[in-house]
């Protein structure tokens, strides 16, 4: 019998992670796709291939084309273009799909966090006297805050926000995570930031600038996720493994 072919649209640990333990089963032959917005991408466990489809009707033709039997939407929980046309392209052409989401951080009853909607809606909750801020939010957004001159900017990011802001105060950091609790507060320290902005991506490996922020007493302003298609969802790798398992089992194929 053939392997099972598997569609896992990446971009996130979790996708790697998982593209490992189901190669390691030896019964699915996994692709990862990344969107090759990332200049210097990691190793990954399994094949790989980059760059957009082309929207819902690309990324059907490709699933159809490609034979494959599962789609498993496993990007950072704010890639919402890609996870509404993973939903779309699945109702097209039947193929099961699922989504492996980590669960958001929820606040703590210490936290300071003035919850938004959208990086535009963060950019007026800093409000109009000017503060240090640090802005993690990925280099993508960050020209929302060219409307908002008046503040300071540490801003943090894996490839270079391009082009530069048309802002007096910014200062740009390149890092990629994970980022460490003791690590972020010192960087919180040095730059005397009063203000964090952030997504609520969920996870350990930037959990440590909330972490910060929390013992340092500062305020986040933090981008919540929107209400994600209705789609299967699990929350662990180990889920999604179990999942794949589960989908792929006689039992399954018999209908029972
Ligand atoms: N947004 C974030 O904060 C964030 C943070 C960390 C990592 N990432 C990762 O970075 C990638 C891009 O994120 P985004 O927010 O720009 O996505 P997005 O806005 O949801 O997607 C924009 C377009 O990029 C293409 N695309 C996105 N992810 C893809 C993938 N895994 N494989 C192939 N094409 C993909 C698709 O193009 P077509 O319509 O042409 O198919 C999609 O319509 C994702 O893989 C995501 O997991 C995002």
Known sequence: MGKHRILILGGTTEARQLAAALAQRGNYDSLLSLAGRTAEPMAQPVPTRSGGFGG???LAEFLKIENFDLLIDATHPFAARISHNAAIAADQTGIPLFA????????????????????ADAVAALGTTPS???LAIGRQEAFHFESAPQHSYLIRSV?????????????????????????ERGLLIENRIEVIVAKNSGGGATYGKIAAARALGLAVIMVERQQPAD??????????LGLVDHLFSPEMKRGV
């Open 56 to 58: 819902s009707d690309g």
């Open 100 to 119: 492996l989401r980590r669960s958001a951080w929820q606040r703590e009853p210490t936290d300071s966090w003035t919850s938004v909607h959208s990086v």
């Open 132 to 134: 240090r801020v640090f």
């Open 159 to 183: 490839d270079p926000v391009t082009p530069r802001l048309d802002i007096p105060y910014a200062h740009y950091l390149l890092a990629t995570g994970p980022f460490e609790e003791a690590a």
């Open 231 to 240: 789609v299967r969802t699990v929350e662990t790798v180990k889920d999604a």
